[in-house]
T-cell receptor, first 115, second 111 residues
Framework: DSGVTQTPKHLITATGQRVTLRCSPRSGDLSVYWYQQSLDQGLQFLIQYYNGEERAKGNILERFSAQQFPDLHSELNLSSLELGDSALYFC??????????????FGEGSRLTVL | EDQVTQSPEALRLQEGESSSLNCSYTVSGLRGLFWYRQDPGKGPEFLFTLYSAGEEKEKERLKATLTKKESFLHITAPKPEDSATYLCAAATPAAGNKLTFGGGTRVLVKP
């Protein structure tokens, strides 16, 4: 158990809909990362937050947005869903700042299926 | 652009048959090279971090090594429970603290 909690584990929805994925980082970790993993793309970095502020952005679509709250949990919002958005979405956390040694600790993922 | 490439894509081994997985990287200023294990439907599980060429780390039947251009994950006398996808990832100063992952090697160990 990595200590990173993601909900929901599975989600089935229709095209055009909007969903929210939630992540609670390990206790004490300030950085949260979101990754998307699909069969043909591997693990793709979406976005990183550090202590509530956006720190880095990857290949995140404009239809997607995220935020990190004062209690350090994070949410990834996916809107106007398309079939191609079906994937596993992982949240990872790390201490961040001076305590950061580089490794990320991943949650179990949220499997999104868009029909 | 930072690139991490893993080979082979898939590997089928008999129990006890040792082998090596390759991770080659083209990055600007490697800060760290990471190995993860991922079981189907699960999140990646951290295995090792290597920081400089010549460094080696071991854990049970796994041993990771690093050169200036690539890293190897050696699996010695594997068991069926070593079956998983092994991912490597690079961290670079330009990328901040995010990791750039390779495509992974799917390892199947048959009894």
């Amino acid at each position: 158990d990595s200590g990173v909690t993601q909900t929901p584990k599975h989600l089935i929805t229709a095209t055009g809909q909007r969903v929210t994925l939630r992540c609670s980082p390990r206790s004490g970790d300030l950085s949260v990362y979101w990754y998307q993993q699909s069969l043909d793309q591997g693990l793709q970095f979406l976005i990183q937050y550090y202590n509530g502020e956006e720190r880095a952005k990857g290949n995140i679509l404009e239809r997607f947005s995220a935020q990190q709250f004062p209690d350090l949990h994070s949410e990834l919002n996916l809107s106007s869903l398309e079939l191609g958005d079906s994937a596993l979405y992982f949240c990872a956390s790390s201490p961040g700042g001076r305590a950061n040694t580089g490794e990320l600790f991943f949650g179990e993922g949220s499997r999104l299926t868009v029909l | 652009e930072d690139q991490v490439t893993q080979s082979p894509e898939a590997l089928r081994l008999q129990e006890g048959e040792s082998s090596s997985l390759n991770c080659s990287y083209t990055v600007s200023g490697l800060r760290g090279l990471f190995w993860y294990r991922q079981d189907p439907g699960k999140g990646p599980e951290f295995l090792f971090t290597l920081y400089s060429a010549g460094e080696e780390k071991e854990k049970e039947r796994l041993k990771a090594t690093l050169t200036k251009k690539e890293s190897f994950l050696h699996i010695t006398a594997p068991k069926p429970e070593d079956s998983a996808t092994y991912l490597c990832a690079a961290a670079t100063p330009a990328a901040g603290n995010k990791l750039t992952f390779g495509g992974g090697t799917r390892v199947l160990v048959k009894p």
